[in-house]
C-alpha cells in the first residue's frame, strides 16, 4: 500500500518496512512499502526518480535516468533508513559537473533507497520553477 502526502502521518515514525520520502522545498511526503513499488522505468529501480516519478513529483531527467545529464541533481538532506546506495565512478564524474555540488549531492536517477526508513532530499533551485508549475505534459498527454 502507499500513501501520499494527504494521507502521511509525519508526527508518527514510518511503521517497520516502509519508505517514506519528502521532497523539498515542496515538502511533498510519499509512502509506501519497502519493495513494493512499481518500476516505472526511468533512472535505476528505486532511485529517487524512480520515486518521484511514481508519485507524479517533477524531477527532471533529460537524459531519461542514464546518468548522463545532471538535470536530476538532487541534495540528501535526511537519511535515517538502512541507506542509500553507494555513488559509483560513473554518478561521481557526472556530479562533477553539477551546478551547485555540495557534499550530499547526488543524481536522483542513480540513487537506489537500499532499506526502510525516513528519507528527505531537497530539488536544487535551479529546479524548481518546473516542480512550483507542476510536473510538464508528455507528447502522449498533449492535446
Ligand atoms: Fe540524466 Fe539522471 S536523469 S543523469
Request: proline content about 6%.
Amino acid at each position: 500500500m502507499s500513501t501520499d502526502n494527504n494521507e502521511v502521518d509525519l508526527s508518527k515514525p514510518p511503521a517497520e518496512g516502509m519508505v517514506r520520502v519528502t521532497f523539498m522545498p515542496e515538502g511533498k511526503t510519499v509512502e509506501f512499502e519497502y519493495g513494493t513499488m512499481p518500476y516505472d522505468h526511468h533512472g535505476k529501480p528505486m532511485s529517487f526518480l524512480d520515486v518521484a516519478e511514481n508519485y507524479g513529483i517533477f524531477l527532471d531527467h533529460a537524459c531519461g535516468g542514464v546518468c548522463a545529464c545532471t538535470t536530476c541533481h538532487i541534495w540528501v538532506v535526511k537519511d535515517s533508513g538502512k541507506g542509500i546506495s553507494e555513488a559509483e565512478d560513473d554518478e561521481l564524474d557526472r556530479l562533477d559537473m553539477a551546478a551547485d555540488q555540495q557534499l550530499n549531492s547526488r543524481l536522483g536517477c542513480q540513487a537506489v533507497i537500499t532499506g526502510p526508513g525516513t528519507y528527505v532530499v531537497e530539488i536544487p533551485s535551479w529546479n524548481r520553477n518546473y516542480v512550483s508549475e507542476g510536473k510538464p505534459l508528455t507528447l502522449s498527454q498533449e492535446k
